[in-house]
């Protein structure tokens, strides 16, 4: 709607648009989707083929930078954030401050905001060198935090980073390595890892992203802006979804088709709240292409655990076909979103439910720095939106 507020103490016309549903907040060359056609192209590039072709580092150079990096730089990405894998160690006891059962993604807002602490004398927005470096520094540190967020959780020692392993690998080792076992890398499990962290990398102006976008257009430091995106990603909206399609698989319990139908049909039911989870998406309206990928990913995950009868993941195939062809989800255009999959892979390679968020907030943090990047080395505003005014005119104070 296009409301004049004149009258209200404003000037000029506004636009009323809750939700942002048809609002353009900034101009950016990142990321670009067709939601009608399922198309998600990163800098250019399809979303397909570079889960396929590349690697979580070098869709991270791409996406900060714009290009795809040659060998060298390449090489060099690599090493500089392999540099940074660790954090200080008084971020230790920072951790120890955290009640032991603390959801994760209470410490990862808190120690990745607390970051800024350690760095101060690297964070002028305006110079190159402390961007970058800043940058590095987050894409880095978060695995090591996010894993230390869970070895905190289980009462296990904190693993430091290993810097001779890929990103995937590292990450995988400073979860599930302890001191009683030894920790081998089994490379379906890091090229999986490694799939989703590129599969959730960027998604353009979403809830988190465009949250930091608006902190750091006050000229707020990185590591607070990524903080801020970090606490949008927490609502079950956003980054919760992967989790509740474990919960509603669980609900289904049985693989029997009359089951499956009854919840199809649950969902359908207007008086019922029950919805499909992992279906349906604000801006595709056709099949997420990161869904396709992360079906892929979902039955060589499964097939090298020897699970590829798993229940779970016969009753979501079962109900993908079903909701497929059923008329209520063909004319409202309701499809897998990338949600539908990648719980069932992270559960099945051991990661517990309350990391999930903590995992897509791994991937995102090179969407989000990229996208302040963009915006600190461009022309921009304070974001500052407007609101339409509903309450009481001026009226008098009584006097008494
Ligand atoms: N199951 C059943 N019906 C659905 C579903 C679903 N999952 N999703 C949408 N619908 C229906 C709505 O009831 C509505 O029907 P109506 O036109 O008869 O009233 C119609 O489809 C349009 O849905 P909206 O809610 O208006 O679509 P919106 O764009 O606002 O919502 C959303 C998108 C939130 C993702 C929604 O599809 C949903 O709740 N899906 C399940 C949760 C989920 O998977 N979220 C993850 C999103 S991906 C991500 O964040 C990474």
Redesign the pocket.
Known sequence: DVVDVRGLGAEGLFTYDP?FMATSSCQSAITYIDGANGVLLHRGYPIEQLAKESNFVEMCYLLLFGELPDDAQYADIEKRISNHTMVHDQINNFFKGFRRDAHPMSILCGVVGGLAAFYHDHMDITKAEDREISAIRLIAKMPTIAAMSYKYNIGQPFNYPRNDLNYAENFLYMMFSNPCEEYKTNPVFAKAMDRIFML?AD?EQ?ASTSTVRLAGSTGANPFACISAGIAALWGP???G?NE??LAMLDEIGDDSEENIQRFVDK??D?DDPF????????VYRNF?PRAKVMKETCDEVLAELGMADDPQLKIAKRLEQIALEDE??IE?K?YP????YSGIILKAMGIPTNMFTVI?AVSRTIGWISHWHEMITGDYKIGRPRQLYIGHPQRDYPVK
């Open positions: 939700g959730h998604h979403n909206a956003h980054g979804a509740a399609v969902a359908k207007k919805r499909l989870m992992g279906f349906g998406h604000r997420d209520y989800f409202r309701l979103n990338v949600d539908f897509f």
